[in-house]
């Protein structure tokens, strides 16, 4: 075991599976000499060489395009989008192509393709830096899209996302990428995509959050007097809808927690699922803690636009007093 | 100090059999044997009839639109013929002469268009991707596929379709970008046909050759008669050579006329002159080796009936066989979405006949309401 940050974590599964299967390559902005803008990629060229680290080109529709015919012919591309703001560039390409192609071709071309991709707020980063599209990627079929809250779990999803025979939006939580440490196998490991983690139990009421936001609901249940569950969706597409019903049906009440804006977003979808399967169990509406429908704004506001511990603690009591 | 010259260039033109059937004895002798140019000309004969047959088909209710290839089939044709059976062939969607050539078979190319998705089930080994249907997006895939058999230390190359129009697309230019900053072995072959549906090239491109768009990449580039097999084969042996000897992409330009409309949901006469229309039907590629195999003693009115019987047949076969094809189950397009369906996906799939997505039947009372099928032809 070794004790890791979240950025640690996520190198070391990229050097297990670099290790492993020689088909596995590394592109993107920065990624190579100067071990990506986050130091994910830190120590790979040196260690792979060019020839499996590659800068490319500034251009992100090239890099998951090139990424696509990489992946149709055989290898295990694992690009990298520098920040999620840089995503618009791609979408065509990861939408129309990547998460197409299987069902266009009736299974004769497949995209085993991961991309790693920086999300959300919280960094005192520039515009474009900080937004949290997840909704976006979840709503196009043919995506798998995996968002880890902690190191362990960061690993494991990784490795399980690098193996897979279909192309994940792999978001990395960059709030939380040296938050925090935890003990971390350093022998490779897989956690199944589309399993929910629990992780605290409860009786009261039920969290669903994934990706940083958990970090937050942490916060806002350890000011203590009730007794939540708290579920990391972890993977967003396929999610674990049987975790959030089976807690919801024991708790009767939920409230949903993502930094992403209210409308659309994923907490909708989980929200309108419990009503499908959990109508008469429920004490309370479902609440969403979400971002606003504004443009996330500079990090001077940035606090004041994520939900916090204050906000989830309101949403908490609110839910409970119903 | 006296300003110098950073840079300049030349774009070499290639024309070999021209449209009165001159041939350039120096460039083209030995070129294509005899035997394979006449195999090349009916199979552009039978590629030909195919667009007659699909337009009427689609004029009666029996497919989809299409995309007729009239006027272009030397292009592609001549870049199957010059490659080898094991280089991608990356379409646009005016290459079926190229992709019948390498193997495809011609129902393939019917199902697409009649709204089945398995034809583009291509087999692996040869070596096609399915039709493109956005503009200018495949040009990045077929660099990803040209850099996997880099990484790989395989000879292999890809040859990527496109039109006029694509050049104005960003990925085209993030392609060309990628393939000649990274050593990619691609060759980005333009059919330049001087519409992009109603859009005249002048808006694609205010230089004179499309040509020369290369040259900005640092790649190497030439002009050729598209509607000369002769030419096109020529310059995609160049580029193939240069591609596997050292690893570059080449950039083609042949220029080439649609002679068609767009697809059979346009109306070319709404934009452009029927002189300019009739110019090109007289540099029609069909013809001009027609002339030339009948100058040389090699075809004759004879072979010429036989070939039209054989055409028609053929073709009629493989409508027969594009239409005969069991329909879809009702739930087909559930079960490519991916490898294995997840368990929500599988219960929107099981229960699409019977009740609301996702709805455990046991909590409503009353029987289920079953929905009739919807499958069009």
Redesign the interface.
Same mark, same amino acid.
């Given at each position: 075991m070794a004790n890791l940050t979240l950025v640690q974590a996520i190198n070391l599964a990229l050097i297990q599976e670099m290790e492993r299967d020689e088909r596995v390559l590394i592109l993107g902005e920065d990624v190579g000499l100067n071990g990506g803008v986050f130091r994910v990629t830190e120590g790979l060229h040196k260690r792979f060489g060019d020839k499996r680290v590659v800068d490319t080109p500034l251009a992100e529709s090239g890099i998951i395009g090139t990424s696509i015919g990489l992946a149709m012919a055989g290898l295990r591309p694992v690009p990298e989008i520098q920040f999620e703001g840089f995503l618009g560039p791609a979408y065509d390409q990861i939408c129309s192509h990547a998460a197409r192609m299987r069902t266009r071709t009736r299974g004769a071309m497949t995209v085993p393709l991961t991309i790693r991709i920086p999300v959300g707020g919280g960094i005192h980063a520039p515009e474009l830096h900080s937004d949290s599209p997840e909704s976006i990627y979840i709503h196009q079929p043919g995506l798998k899209v995996v968002m880890p809250s902690s190191p362990y779990d960061a690993k494991g999803l990784l490795i399980s996302a690098i193996r897979d025979p279909d192309p994940v939006m792999f978001f990395e939580p960059k709030r939380i990428y040296r938050a925090f440490r935890e003990e971390v196998p350093e022998d490779e490991y897989t956690l199944p995509l589309g399993k929910a983690r629990v992780v605290c139990e409860g009786n009261e009421m039920t969290i669903v959050s994934w990706g940083a936001s958990v970090v937050q609901c942490m916060h806002a249940i350890e000011r203590g007097g009730r007794s939540i569950e708290l579920i990391d969706l972890r993977t967003l597409y396929p999610f674990d809808m049987d975790a959030v019903e089976a807690s919801v049906k024991k708790t009767g009440r939920c409230v949903i927690v993502h930094e992403a804006p209210k409308t659309c977003g994923f907490g909708a979808e989980i929200a309108a699922r419990i009503m499908e399967r959990c109508f008469l169990y429920l004490e309370s509406p479902v609440q969403r803690v979400a971002g606003f429908d504004t443009i996330m704004p500079y990090y001077k506001l940035e606090l004041d636009y994520m939900p916090d511990a204050d906000r989830i603690a309101r949403a908490i009591e609110e839910t409970a007093a119903y | 100090m006296p300003i110098k010259s950073a840079f300049t260039t030349t774009i070499d033109h290639v024309s070999i059999l021209d449209a009165n059937a001159n041939f350039d004895e120096k460039l083209g002798s030995g070129l294509i044997p005899d035997a394979d140019l006449v195999r090349l000309y009916e199979h552009m004969c039978v590629c030909r009839h195919l667009d007659e047959v699909a337009f009427k088909l689609q004029r009666s209710g029996r497919m989809g639109t299409f995309p007729q290839n009239m006027g272009q089939e030397a292009t592609s044709m001549g870049a199957a013929y010059a490659l080898d059976k094991t280089d991608w062939l990356v379409p646009c969607y005016r290459e079926n002469a190229g992709l019948f050539w390498r193997g495809l078979p011609m129902e393939m190319i019917l199902l697409h268009w009649m709204g089945d998705? /398995?034809g583009?089930?291509? *087999? /692996?080994e040869l070596y096609c &991707?399915?039709l493109a249907i *956005?503009i200018g997006?495949q &040009? $990045?895939?077929?660099?990803?596929? !040209?850099? !996997? !058999?880099k990484?790989r230390g395989e000879k292999r190359l890809?040859c990527t379709f496109f039109g006029d129009g694509a050049t104005s697309e960003? #990925?085209f230019h993030?392609?060309m970008? +990628?393939a000649a900053?990274?050593d990619i072995p691609v060759i980005f072959f333009c059919q330049n046909n001087f519409w992009a549906i109603s859009v005249p090239g002048k808006i694609q491109c205010s230089a004179p050759t499309v040509a020369q768009r290369a040259v900005a990449y640092g790649m190497d580039t030439i002009q050729c008669d598209g509607n000369d097999i002769f030419s096109v084969v020529y310059c995609v042996r160049k580029a193939a050579a240069l591609a596997r000897e050292k690893g570059r992409p080449f950039f083609i330009e042949a220029v080439t006329y649609r002679l068609g409309d767009h697809t059979t949901a346009d109306d070319a006469r709404r934009y452009r002159d029927q002189a300019e229309v009739d110019a090109w039907k007289t540099r029609d590629p069909i013809i001009r080796i027609r002339k030339f195999l009948t100058t040389r003693g090699l075809w004759d009115d004879t072979k010429e009936a036989a070939l039209a019987g054989r055409a028609e047949r053929d073709v009629a076969a493989a409508v027969e066989r594009a239409e005969s094809i069991a329909p879809p189950s009702r739930d087909d +397009?559930f079960n490519?979405? +991916? !490898?294995t369906i *997840? *368990? #929500? $996906?599988a219960l929107q799939r099981d229960t699409m006949q019977t009740h609301g997505i996702?709805? #455990?039947p046991s909590?409503i009372d009353g029987a289920v309401i079953e929905l009739p099928a919807k499958t069009s032809h």
């Open positions: - | 998705e /398995r583009n089930a291509i *087999p /692996r &991707m399915p *956005p997006t &040009m $990045l895939h077929a660099t990803g596929l !040209a850099w !996997a !058999a990484y890809a960003g #990925d993030e392609a970008n +990628f900053n990274l +397009f490519n979405m +991916f !490898a *997840p *368990p #929500d $996906l996702g709805q #455990d909590q």
